[in-house]
Every structure is written in structure tokens, then in C-alpha cells.
Nanobody, 132 residues
Framework: QVALVESGGGSVQAGRSLRLSCTIFGVDSSYICMAWFRQAPGKEREKVAHVYGDSGVTYYDETVEGRFTISQDQAKSTMYLQMNDLKTDDTAMYYC?????????????????????????WGQGTQVTVSS
């Protein structure tokens, strides 16, 4: 049975840093796409970053690029999100997600990154609150 367990959220002032962790159980992280999503009150869940286990190829949303770093320790089956220079707009519930295969999906006429509906496994969420 696959399970994702997150930790590391908290309350910080703007400009400070936090590191989130997500440990995956029940699957070899080498062959899965893992991602961080966030959802603020009243807003849709949005992808922050993803990493593909085997290659380590990453993606970042433009709102966090240069401030957040996604990484993984495959030996520990753990994914991290280092969040630096946090802003009040980063306040949200953060979720880790995983799905078998690549981080992209494609059909005969399209190719796109996996979005929330394309991920089968989810963590319980960890709250990040950034105050000014």
C-alpha cells in the first residue's frame, strides 16, 4: 500500500525559510513523478514543483522559481522542498503527490505536465503560514 507522509510546515515571518519533507512508502521512488502542490483558502490547488525520480529532472512554477528547491533522497524515499525568501502569498496548505511514470502526459495531439488530477497518491498536507 502506498502512503505519503509530510512534515516540516509551520509559521514564519516573510523572508525566512522552511523545508518540507515527504516520505513515500510502498513504492520505489526511482520510477515515479513526485510533486508539491499548494492550496490557499478559496483558491484552486496549484503545482509548485515536481521531480522525476529516475532522472531528477525538475519543474518549478514561475511564482517560486529561484526561491524554492525540490530535491529527493532516493535511499530514504524522501522528497524535500526547500523554501527560501518566503512571502505572504506562499501561505497555503502544502501537499505532496506521487504517480507512476513520467511527470508529463501526452496524447496524439498534446503533451503537458501532470496536474493535480493526474496524481493518484497524496499526502495529508502540511500548513505553511507566512506573516509580514
Amino acid at each position: 500500500q502506498v502512503a505519503l507522509v509530510e512534515s516540516g510546515g509551520g509559521s514564519v515571518q516573510a523572508g525566512r525559510s522552511l523545508r518540507l519533507s515527504c516520505t513515500i512508502f510502498g513504492v520505489d521512488s526511482s520510477y515515479i513523478c513526485m510533486a508539491w502542490f499548494r492550496q490557499a483558502p478559496g483558491k484552486e490547488r496549484e503545482k509548485v514543483a515536481h521531480v522525476y525520480g529516475d532522472s531528477g529532472v525538475t519543474y518549478y512554477d514561475e511564482t517560486v522559481e529561484g526561491r524554492f528547491t525540490i530535491s529527493q533522497d532516493q535511499a530514504k524515499s524522501t522528497m524535500y522542498l526547500q523554501m527560501n525568501d518566503l512571502k505572504t502569498d506562499d501561505t497555503a496548505m502544502y501537499y505532496c503527490a506521487a504517480n507512476w511514470g513520467a511527470c508529463s502526459v501526452s496524447g496524439s495531439a498534446y503533451s503537458r505536465w501532470r496536474e493535480a488530477g493526474d496524481f493518484k497518491y497524496w499526502g495529508q498536507g502540511t500548513q505553511v503560514t507566512v506573516s509580514s
